[in-house]
DNA sequence: ACGGGATATTTCGCATGCGAAACTTCTCCC
DNA sequence: GGGAGAAGTTTCGCATGCGAAATATCCCGT
């Protein structure tokens, strides 16, 4: 793997990037990427024994840790968009392992919390979603788990941001649109 | 992820499984879902502007670089189950930006390659995949991106040896079965 | 040479995963 | 209070993403 040379017109170094830290970055990147789709991987398989699959058991343990949640809540704490929990939410709700209960305040919005069915079935189930990353992560030390926490957090804070900015630009892009057309 | 069961305290238990060491787990498994996940997103908004999909950049960028590959290299290189590969070849090939050859000496493997439309829009698309997450990576400075490759590799291969361990004992079963039945 | 197992790819059915558009309900401002 | 716009959810069409089974080819022992 190791390739001295990446097709030179590429982002191969923007700025202060030397090769040093280009190689770096990118074999981090590739261990993300890695661990985050063998560990989805596994998931699923485990999730099979059960009849579930792996993000069902993740809506399963997150329910069952918090009482009922808004769809978009759920959507939130599982980095993914509402419509795709939907489809999510209606073949387990087919299954009568959650329900749907439209919010009597805010009939926008609708509570999703687990049936009798789904919290049997959820205290049945061992594992938590990414597991097997877990499980490597316990074989670290402390010091190590430590550094690492500190170090995703602020690679997360930089994302978001980025994310942020991004999406303001686009906004602002939509309203001169709208408004000058 | 609130332990069901009553204040058991912060313990220390032989295992690491303390709920000290539990709640950075949980932390690390949320960052890393977190940052995949953006970082994909973002990469598919941004491939988009190229009549793109993220997984087709992303073929496309290691075709550049590399002359051609066999299906299986190309799953393997993009943690891809050869089913995915195929379908995402199939549409680049409709498109005409790569094409399918059989290998001379063994007709089992189909080599694929760019073509030169292929190649002058892969030279054309300055992103990587995951280009964000990169960005995010450049702010760190030298020390702690070499203490994050190094755990993450330590990571990768923990993670490699549960999955062998498992793919091992999955195996023999299947041979028991296959065997003594 | 030949037959069975191994290897590489494709096909099929299903579950995400997403953005854009449609709907419903709420909110705020005049 | 009424209408414009915001907020929450769903629908739709398309592209992954996967495992299991089907296909095609190779390889190895006899």
Redesign the pocket.
């Known amino acids: 793997m190791t390739n001295p040379e990446p097709s030179s017109d590429a982002v191969a170094t923007p700025k202060g990037g030397s090769a040093h830290a280009d190689e770096d970055i990118a074999r981090i990147v590739e261990a993300i990427v890695y661990l985050y ?2 560990s ?2 596994v998931t ?2 485990l999730a ?1 024994a059960f009849g ?5 058991v ?1 809506v399963l343990k997150m329910l069952e840790g918090i009482g009922g949640l ?6 939130a704490r ?15 709700e087919r299954d009568g392992l959650v329900e ?1 209960k ?11 919390r687990l049936t009798d069915e789904g919290r049997a079935l959820a205290s049945e189930i061992p594992v938590e979603s990414m597991e097997v990353f877990g499980a490597a992560l316990r074989a670290l030390d402390h010091e190590e788990r430590r550094s690492l926490r500190r170090i995703l957090r602020r690679l997360s804070d930089q994302v978001a941001e980025l994310v942020e900015t991004k999406e303001t630009e686009l906004r602002q892009r939509q309203a001169e649109q709208g408004d000058g057309a």
């Open positions: 789709t063998e989805r991987r699923k398989e099979r579930l699959t792996g993000p069902q993740t808004s769809l978009s809540d759920l959507s599982m980095s993914a968009r509402n419509s795709t929990v939907t489809g999510i939410a209606d073949r387990m749907r439209r919010d009597e305040d805010d009939r926008r919005i609708v509570r999703i």
